[in-house]
């Protein structure tokens, strides 16, 4: 397995499925039999899941609500996908732990990365929820912190396009996919990768990003084990 242990950032919006809103259960379990299926074979994963399909923050701001409040809205609702995800890992026999950088007692733990390393070498998919705790972040900053604090080998940018274009390949017929780019191509080229705090992040701790199509059947344990799938973002 090239990959031992792994942040997987996954869309709140890959949730809705073929819905307008919300969780769809066979969305949900088909990304629980693909962490699963990468568990059983030995990988440690942590995930960040976004709650765009139930709440954002800056869609709350641009309505007239206090940003401070809607950014909270949205880390509570990234603890409801990952509760969901959560109960669904435990459906499919795989031990799932949540954690939060929302103090939510009852809910989660609090996020720390001693506790999740803990909780990844016992053989447990551990959920981190409740972004970085703090407003004004997102959650592919709170990605990029969390897999800094794991000590991931890597960040698995799961999406629904197969990798990086040039542009978006869903617009343009015409966009030409990277199979390995530089933090500093992107940076130069403005490619829409994660947004800037993060991709800082990870470019300052040389934490190489992996962009891939997560909604393919297989491609999780795919990704683990070096097959040429998806983008890798590196030096």
């Not at 960040?48 to 809607?70: E, H, K, P, T, W």
Request: proline content about 3%; glycine content about 10%; charged content about 20%.
């Amino acid at each position: 397995m090239k990959y031992k242990r792994v942040l997987l950032k996954l869309s709140g919006e890959a949730l809705m499925g073929e819905q307008q809103y919300g969780i769809d259960p066979l969305r949900l379990n088909a990304y629980a039999t693909e962490v699963a299926a990468a568990v059983k074979q030995g990988a440690q994963v942590a995930i960040v899941i976004g709650g765009g399909n139930i709440f954002r923050g800056l869609q709350g701001a641009s309505q007239g609500m206090d940003r401070v409040q809607g950014d909270y809205m949205g880390m509570l609702a990234t603890v409801i996908n990952s509760m969901a995800l959560q109960s669904a890992l435990t459906s499919a026999g795989i031990k799932a732990s949540l954690l939060s950088g929302v103090y939510i007692d009852r809910v989660a733990d609090s996020m720390s990365g001693p506790k999740a390393i803990a909780l990844l070498e016992a053989g447990h998919v551990v959920l981190i929820a409740g972004g970085t705790g703090n407003p004004f972040f997102t959650t592919d900053t709170a990605s990029a912190l969390r897999a800094v604090e794991i000590k991931a080998d890597v960040i698995l940018k799961g999406t629904r396009v197969d990798g990086i274009y040039t542009a978006d390949p869903e617009k343009d017929p015409k966009a030409v996919k990277f199979d390995h780019i530089t933090y500093e191509q992107v940076y130069n080229k403005q490619l829409k990768v994660m947004d800037l705090t993060a991709f800082t992040l990870c470019w300052e701790n040389k934490l190489p990003i992996l962009v891939f199509d997560m909604n393919t059947s297989g491609n999780l344990l795919k990704v683990l084990n070096g097959d040429p799938i998806g983008t890798i973002v590196s030096m």
